[in-house]
Each structure stands twice: as C-alpha cells, then as structure tokens.
C-alpha cells in the first residue's frame, strides 16, 4: 500500500498520509497568511493553488508560547506565517459522511491544533471525518483595535466553517451534516458560535465541553487595549500595533496579565468570593471574545444558542480544584467557611459537604468554587434557556487521578488512552468502558443529531453522569441554586 495519497479539491491537488483505517491531511490552508497587511484584518479566504499541496505533515500554528510551563494535553508548536490551516482525517475521501469540526483550548491565547490528542483516527473508525482548526490567539485575535475587524479569533473560525462548506466533499464529508465542537476555549468558542449570527447555516450541531465564555465590559476591552499601547510605546490603532512583534505583543500581554492580578484586590475573602461568582474564570486572560455587536452578540446563558441547533454541553467534576495551592494564604486567614456562608447563604452547608474530600483543604473550597462559576454554573443557565433547541447535559466524574479535573474527558472523548500525557489526566490504566460510553455518545451526537440519553428537561434536570459505571441522574442541582444567586 503506498504511503501517501492525492485527493484533488477545490482549491487543488493535496498530499496526505495514508495510515491503516484513515487518511491524514496536515496544513491545509483556509485563509491567507495573517500577516503584513492582513495581520490584523479579517481571514481572507484562500485561493487555490498550482501543483501539489504537501499535506504530509503540521503546519505552522498561532501559538507560539504554551500556556504553561506544564500543560494536560501535548500542545505543540509549528514556526511560520502560514498559520490559519485546518487538519482533516478521514476514512475515505470518496464517501458522504458527518463531520466533526474540533477548536482547541488554551485560554484563548495557547493550545495547538496539532495536538496527538486531537487525531481523529477513532472517529473515523467509527465512519466520522475529523477536522481541527487553527485561529489567531491573544492580542492577534481577540485585541480590540479601533480601526480593526473586532473578535477577529472567532472570525477564523467562522472562516474555516465557510472552508468546510466549500471543500469537505473533496475529503469525504458531508458540508449538510457539520458539527462543530471543543474544550476549555474552544467549548467556549462553540458557545459564541452558536449565539453569532455570521456563523448562522455553517454547522448543523454542537459540542461545548468545559466551555468557558465571559466577555468583559466594552470599558473593560478598551482599556486593555489601551494599556497594552502604553506598555509598547505605540499608538492604539492598527498602525502603531503593526509596528510591534509577536514577541513584544506577547511580553506586553504577560506585563498586563500581572497587573490585571494585582489591581483591585478584594477587601476581604467573601469579596474575593463574590468577584468569582460575578467574573468567572476568564478574569485573569486579558484578551477573550467579546461582545460586539458584531461577530458576538451576547455572551449569557440565556442568549446563547438561540438557533435551534442540538447542543451537548457538560463540564468535569472538579476543573479547577488542582489549583488549591493558589489560595492556601487565603485558606490561612481562617474566614473561607465564614465567607461561604456570607456568600453562598443556604446553600454553603451542601457546597462544603459536597466538596470536603477534595485534596487541599479549606484551600480546595475556593478552586471548587472558581469551578463551579468558571464553568459549571453556566451550564444549567445555557440548558434552561434553550426552550424548542434540543440539549443534551452530561458531568464527568470519573477521578482516576484523584480528581475529575480540566481536560480530563478528552483521551475518552477521543478514545486515545494510550497517548502521551494520558494518565496524568486520567490516572493508571483508564478504563476502556469509559471510553465507549463517552466515544459512543460523541459519534452518536455528531451521527444522529442527539446524544443517547433523554434530553434537558428544566423539570426533571437529569443528564448523564460520566463514571465507572455510567448512569443517567440528577445533574447540576447545586449549581443551578448557586447560578440563581
């Protein structure tokens, strides 16, 4: 069997990899390169090409800084301009199948396309073609520039959409039956999708997992924009921006992180708790989609995903709660539990209880608790607000490594246990079980249109508790209290 195959598409003749059950393409083009000219601008779609695209291998990525000095998932970065590309991994470029269209996490400023995570072998075992795309992250892509397209990371995105309606046919995909999905971020880009009205036609159903989506006020984004120019010494507008480097910008985006940290601290732990339960998780990223009348209308619960279009949206047990460490000095002022109950009132009583065996104490109460309002509480809101759209809820619980933490249903959404940095998330020998239930119900949900389990009923509030084994129950009540507050 020859290594590599030859598909002829639209915009020309690509080169991938022929592996056994699928097809990989790597680095595929769906708009210009954002650069010179175009680097703040609106994605211009791609035009085709003479000769043959080699598609055998990654191309460059957005990122060009890893979240973090250790992240969950292998995220890698590729040098180059060429940057808004599109991964497609399908079992048979002659056929008509559905379509899953994956955005990555990372806190709207990292995370990789390219991710060994993000191949999509088992969904095209499973007769799904598998497509990741890449969009400008930070500043470059969610930075508000006067005279510059606003959102301009969800305007990527939109983008590579409008590509896989012109295009998926030449990979064996089916452009009228597209869904769209992701984590962290990326659920979080879903959500805004789902709300945008320049998105509207180009996917048919969606997957938000750990979606986070908080937009600041427009005061908010201007400011940060405004400071970011102070920091580099340049004008806030297009041209004073183009003047700098992505290292620069990056170096500036890091100073203003730090500031934004330390202004304002509260005045006392139940201040701190309330700033939580007001801001979410995105307070500390300074540039995140946001509303402008535009690209994104609206960033609440209860306006997004308005459309119509089946959503499955869920979260994980304990997202954040490894971050205990981070509030052990407020842990140590002794007031946590006081200023639960001064926050949380009734509810505090079921909050410390449902979370005492977390690992880290009084310390663990607060990570919980910027789990539950980073992620969690949206998600009963989004549920209960959706009427006629079809929704499917499901919570993660399954803590193989001690907790059920961010990013830990990926390998069995993927159904990849056996990758690099798998265990750390999902802790020894992942069970297999997990992986079909979840795996199954993904391939269902993009298949069919419905996940199989009943769907979101604002009376009955029932969902599927992902866990050895996996059971349909009550989910998110104390988070649906906690979000009414």
């Not at 097809?23 to 010179?36: C, D, Q, R, S």
């Not at 880290?360 to 959706?386: E, K, N, W, Y």
């Amino acid at each position: 069997m020859a290594d590599h195959v030859v598909v002829t598409t639209p915009q020309g003749e690509v080169k991938g990899v022929r592996r056994p059950g699928s097809l990989a393409f790597y680095g595929i083009p769906f708009a210009e390169p954002p650069v010179g000219e175009d680097r703040f601008g609106a994605p211009v779609p791609r035009g085709p090409w003479q000769g043959v695209l080699d598609a055998t291998k990654p191309g460059a990525t957005p990122q060009r800084r890893p979240f973090g000095a250790v992240t969950a998932i292998p995220e890698p970065s590729f040098p180059g301009d060429d940057t808004l590309l599109v991964n497609v991994f399908t079992p048979d470029v002659s056929g008509s199948l559905p379509v899953f269209v994956w955005i990555h996490g990372g806190g709207y400023k990292a995370g990789s396309p390219s991710s060994p995570w993000y191949d999509g072998a088992a969904f095209n075992r499973d007769g799904i073609v598998t497509v990741s795309v890449s969009y400008r992250l930070g500043f470059d892509g969610f930075g508000s520039i006067p005279d510059a397209p606003t959102n301009r990371g969800l305007r990527d995105q939109i983008e590579a959409l409008r590509w896989v309606q012109r295009t998926i046919a030449a990979y064996g995909g089916d452009p009228a039956r597209v869904t769209i999905g992701g984590q962290s971020a990326g659920g979080g880009s879903v959500l805004a999708l789902l709300s945008s009205p320049l998105a509207r036609g180009l996917f048919h159903g969606a997957i938000s997992e750990s979606g986070a989506l908080r937009s600041p006020s427009a005061e908010e984004v201007r400011w940060r924009a405004d400071r970011l120019a102070d920091l580099t010494g340049v004008s806030r507008d297009r041209e004073g921006f183009a003047t700098l480097t992505e290292d620069e910008i990056l170096d500036a985006t890091e100073a203003l992180a730090v500031e934004m940290q330390q202004a304002a601290p509260p005045a006392s732990v139940a201040d701190a708790m309330r700033g939580m339960l007001l801001g979410g998780g995105l307070g500390g990223l300074p540039f995140v989609p946001h509303v402008d009348g535009d690209v994104l209308l609206s960033t609440d619960g209860p306006h997004v995903g308005v459309a119509g279009v089946p959503l499955l949206i869920g979260a994980t047990a304990h997202e954040f709660a490894m971050a205990a460490p981070m509030f052990e000095s407020m842990a140590a002022t002794g007031q946590v539990r006081p200023a639960l109950h001064e926050v949380l009132g009734d509810d505090a009583a079921d909050y410390i209880a449902a979370n005492a065996a977390l690992p880290g104490g009084d310390a663990a109460l607060v990570a919980q608790l910027m789990t539950l309002t980073s992620f969690r509480t949206f998600i009963p809101q989004t549920a209960d607000a959706r009427h006629d759209s079809p929704t499917w809820v499901y919570d993660f619980r399954f803590a193989g490594a001690g907790l059920a933490a961010h990013c830990a249903e990926l390998p069995f959404v993927w159904d990849n246990l056996t990758a690099d940095l798998v265990t750390a998330s999902t802790g020894p020998n992942p069970p297999q079980a997990l992986a079909d239930a979840m795996h199954g119900a993904w391939v269902r949900m993009i298949g069919t249109g419905g996940a199989p389990w009943a769907p979101w009923d604002p009376a009955r509030r029932t969902g599927m508790v992902f866990d050895v084994p996996s059971v349909e129950g009550e989910v998110f009540a104390l988070e649906s209290r906690i979000a009414r507050r």
